[in-house]
């Protein structure tokens, strides 16, 4: 069954039983799940989860899917130990356990993983994705770190950063046209305000009948019709990185 009808239509995606190709590892103060190449590379993408956490298979799949495009892939713990968000929690108390869960205040963990991946890793060339509450942190470290080289933004709840648009690095912008969380008003708002403010490279792009979540939601196989924009939105954002990196 397809996840249309549950308050927030990301949450677990249709497959449970995706184990990851990757390991856990301790970063810092962190965990983090870490997936490599077979050919070694200096490039590297920080995976930044949504609201149900690192340890989301749906975001795994992702995070292994940029490794099979020749990235070292990183997903951490954002949330520090701090439980995610589980579908069985009464949506009347997430207000409240999104207070201290703010995509805004990232840089720490962010800081630790950059280390991480230079000194570890080798990687030289570092760019981050995210999705919802990851999203929105993804345009929040585009506006202020300098390391990052660019960004890819998957259905970022917009409304925690309405009123900053000067980006620093390439940015694209993944959006749903059914998007029950992220209405077309604030897209278009949000295109008006980057055009009036930014200086270097973005896109914008809405991908037609989706809805939150669609690009890291493994429903290939139950809802057909959805299959070429699950595709298309994974297509761009591996363009985009390959761009820019």
């Known amino acids: 069954m397809a996840n249309e009808w549950r308050p927030c239509p990301c ?12 390991q856990e590892v301790q970063v810092g103060h962190i965990k983090a799940y870490v997936c490599k190449p077979s050919a070694s590379t200096d490039k590297a993408v920080i995976v930044i989860h949504d609201i149900f956490g690192w340890q989301l298979p749906n975001t795994r799949y992702i995070a292994d899917m940029l490794t099979t495009n020749g990235y070292i892939a990183i997903c951490p713990d954002f949330f520090v130990g701090q439980e995610a968000w589980k579908p069985s929690n009464d949506w009347a108390s997430f207000d409240d356990w999104l207070k201290t869960r703010d995509a805004g205040k990232t840089d720490k963990e962010v800081d630790v993983v950059l280390k991480y991946l230079k000194d570890q890793c080798g990687a030289k060339k570092i760019g981050v994705i995210g999705f919802c509450w990851g999203g929105a942190a993804v345009q929040h470290l585009m506006l202020k770190n300098p390391h990052l080289k660019t960004g890819v933004s998957l259905y970022g709840v917009i409304s925690r950063f309405e009123d900053k648009h000067s980006l620093l690095h390439p940015t694209f912008f993944i959006f749903g046209e059914k998007d029950n969380i992220i209405p077309l008003e604030q897209v278009t708002l949000l295109e008006q305000k980057l055009k009036q403010n930014c200086k270097v490279d973005y896109e914008v792009k809405i991908y037609p009948g989706q809805t939150h979540g669609f690009v890291h939601r493994k429903r290939e196989d139950i809802n057909p019709q959805d299959k070429p924009y699950i595709e298309e939105g994974r297509k761009d954002m591996i363009n985009w990185l390959n761009k820019y990196l």
């Open 11 to 22: 949450d677990i995606g249709d497959r449970f039983d995706y184990g990851g190709r990757g």
